[in-house]
């Protein structure tokens, strides 16, 4: 009670305080403030974590759309764009094969001349531009000449038909000879001269623009002499001459010949697609000597298979040459086939293996480097035989390689490449055109 008392005066006091300070204009007591409710915004981060995917897939799209924003066109370099006019402005056909007019020439003899240079003409405008001549001369230092001369009828029969009469003579004065047959040693290496004089015509029937059939005869005067070689020994000196046929034996041949050519490559000159297949016959009269006639069968096989817009091609090839001459004949060696060179067989040396029958396999992955600038990766099969029937799987001869081809869709100029793998040794090779 007495508590309550004293409390009572300044309840009251306080009641009145306000308004007695509001009247006589006196001091002024601050509102209190309300309350102020401060937003915490949640941390805004990095524009990278704002706009971080939420999954891996998202992840990886945003990454390939970040390196496609950074993307440049290609600028190929000098040595690209010089090799790219050099195609398309067709230099080398331009040079080495004009339509009309003298032209150099450059090549081989044959495999085994070494460089070969010469001249050569063409007139593709006689007779109302119904005839093309051809002429030309080729020769290497190593002594290897030939000399050619054609006349080509390409319209008979409303185009239909065409036909070829030519001649040539040649001379080989430092041919290969290791033996006969694929036992041969390379310690048996010697050499040979062989002149020859042919002339012949021949005509093709176009049943369809990818298939000829057609036939042909062939006058032949072959010589075979010593060799020129300083380094090698003559044949007669390492054989017996008795044991070589054709090599004591004068021997005019009348050759007769039919084939038949399915041939859908393209391009033509530096195959990327397609396929050809040949299959020819052959009858080779020695005229008096009845010993030397024999027959022959000729199976060429081609197949290109592209892929990634034909800057990748697989190349197959299957080649064989079976030759017949009855039960007591003979074939000269001269006119056997040969297997080992640039062309077949690259890890041995050319030549290195001859006989009456031939099988050869080859496979070839290419690709595109630059524009006129191919590589490949090769491997091949052959060998050779008395008789078909001799054949065997486990006698063939192998080997393999990589190599390097300059060129254009009109053909390969040079080819480099290493052959490995072969009981000759490692091979090194630079040639003129391609393989096949």
Same mark, same amino acid.
């Given at each position: 009670?007495?508590?309550?008392?004293?409390? &009572?005066?300044?309840?009251?006091?306080?009641?009145?305080?306000?308004?007695?300070?509001?009247?006589?204009?006196?001091?002024?007591?601050? *509102?209190?403030? %309300?309350?102020?409710?401060?937003?915490?915004?949640?941390?805004?981060?990095?524009?990278?974590?704002?706009?971080?995917?939420?999954?891996?897939?998202?992840?990886?799209?945003?990454?390939?759309?970040?390196?496609?924003?950074?993307?440049?066109?290609?600028?190929?370099?000098?040595?690209?764009?010089?090799?790219?006019?050099?195609?398309?402005?067709?230099?080398?056909?331009?040079?080495?094969?004009?339509?009309?007019?003298?032209?150099?020439?450059?090549?081989?003899?044959?495999?085994?001349?070494?460089?070969?240079?010469?001249?050569?003409?063409?007139?593709?405008?006689?007779?109302?531009?119904?005839?093309?001549?051809?002429?030309?001369?080729?020769?290497?230092?190593?002594?290897?000449?030939?000399?050619?001369?054609?006349?080509?009828?390409?319209?008979?029969?409303?185009?239909?038909?065409?036909?070829?009469?030519?001649?040539?003579?040649? %001379?080989?004065?430092?041919?290969?000879?290791?033996?006969?047959?694929?036992?041969?040693?390379?310690? &048996?290496?010697?050499?040979?001269?062989?002149?020859?004089?042919?002339?012949?015509?021949?005509?093709?029937?176009?049943?369809?623009?990818?298939?000829?059939?057609?036939?042909?005869?062939?006058?032949?005067?072959?010589?075979?002499?010593?060799?020129?070689?300083?380094?090698?020994?003559?044949?007669?000196?390492?054989?017996?001459?008795?044991?070589?046929?054709?090599?004591?034996?004068?021997?005019?041949?009348?050759?007769?010949?039919?084939?038949?050519?399915?041939?859908?490559?393209?391009?033509?000159?530096?195959?990327?697609?397609?396929?050809?297949?040949?299959?020819?016959?052959?009858?080779?009269?020695?005229?008096?000597?009845?010993?030397?006639?024999?027959?022959?069968?000729?199976?060429?096989?081609?197949?290109?298979?592209?892929?990634?817009?034909?800057?990748?091609?697989?190349?197959?090839?299957?080649? *064989?040459?079976?030759?017949?001459?009855?039960?007591?004949?003979?074939?000269?060696?001269?006119?056997?086939?040969?297997?080992?060179?640039?062309?077949?067989?690259?890890?041995?040396?050319?030549?290195?293996?001859?006989?009456?029958?031939?099988?050869?396999?080859?496979?070839?992955?290419?690709?595109?480097?630059?524009?006129?600038?191919?590589?490949?990766?090769?491997?091949?099969?052959?060998?050779?035989?008395?008789?078909?029937?001799?054949?065997?799987?486990?006698?063939?001869?192998?080997?393999?390689?990589?190599?390097?081809?300059?060129?254009?869709?009109?053909?390969?100029?040079?080819?480099?490449?290493?052959?490995?793998?072969?009981?000759?040794?490692?091979?090194?090779?630079?040639?003129?055109?391609?393989?096949?």
């Amino acid at each position: 009670m007495p508590e309550t008392l004293l409390l &009572a005066p300044l309840v009251f006091a306080g009641w009145l305080m306000p308004g007695a300070m509001l009247a006589n204009g006196g001091m002024q007591v601050p *509102a209190v403030p %309300e309350p102020r409710v401060i937003a915490v915004e949640p941390r805004a981060g990095t524009e990278r974590e704002r706009d971080a995917p939420a999954t891996r897939q998202e992840e990886l799209w945003q990454l390939r759309a970040e390196k496609a924003e950074r993307l440049e066109p290609y600028v190929p370099g000098k040595v690209e764009r010089a090799l790219v006019i050099f195609e398309r402005e067709r230099v080398l056909e331009r040079l080495l094969s004009p339509p009309r007019g003298f032209f150099p020439k450059i090549g081989h003899v044959t495999p085994g001349s070494s460089l070969s240079f010469g001249a050569g003409y063409r007139d593709p405008l006689l007779f109302g531009r119904k005839v093309e001549a051809t002429a030309s001369v080729l020769g290497s230092h190593k002594g290897y000449w030939r000399m050619d001369a054609q006349l080509t009828l390409p319209e008979l029969a409303g185009g239909v038909a065409s036909l070829d009469v030519y001649g040539r003579r040649y %001379e080989w004065p430092q041919e290969a000879f290791y033996g006969i047959g694929q036992q041969s040693v390379k310690s &048996a290496h010697s050499n040979y001269r062989l002149h020859n004089t042919v002339g012949g015509a021949k005509l093709g029937v176009h049943l369809a623009p990818i298939f000829t059939v057609g036939g042909g005869f062939e006058r032949m005067v072959p010589r075979v002499g010593r060799g020129g070689s300083a380094a090698l020994p003559t044949v007669s000196t390492l054989f017996d001459p008795a044991g070589i046929p054709g090599l004591q034996s004068r021997l005019d041949f009348n050759r007769y010949e039919v084939e038949a050519e399915l041939n859908y490559r393209e391009p033509r000159g530096n195959p990327r697609s397609g396929g050809r297949y040949l299959l020819g016959y052959s009858f080779f009269d020695a005229g008096g000597d009845d010993r030397f006639d024999f027959h022959r069968v000729d199976i060429d096989l081609q197949q290109y298979v592209p892929f990634l817009l034909e800057r990748r091609v697989i190349a197959l090839r299957a080649l *064989a040459s079976l030759s017949d001459p009855g039960p007591a004949g003979e074939v000269p060696f001269y006119l056997m086939p040969t297997l080992g060179g640039p062309h077949d067989l690259r890890g041995y040396r050319r030549h290195r293996f001859r006989d009456r029958n031939l099988l050869l396999l080859q496979a070839e992955y290419r690709w595109e480097i630059l524009a006129a600038l191919d590589a490949a990766l090769f491997v091949e099969a052959g060998q050779v035989a008395s008789r078909a029937r001799h054949f065997r799987v486990d006698r063939f001869e192998t080997d393999y390689g990589i190599g390097f081809r300059f060129g254009t869709v009109q053909g390969v100029f040079l080819r480099i490449e290493g052959a490995f793998g072969s009981s000759d040794g490692k091979r090194l090779i630079v040639n003129l055109g391609n393989v096949f």
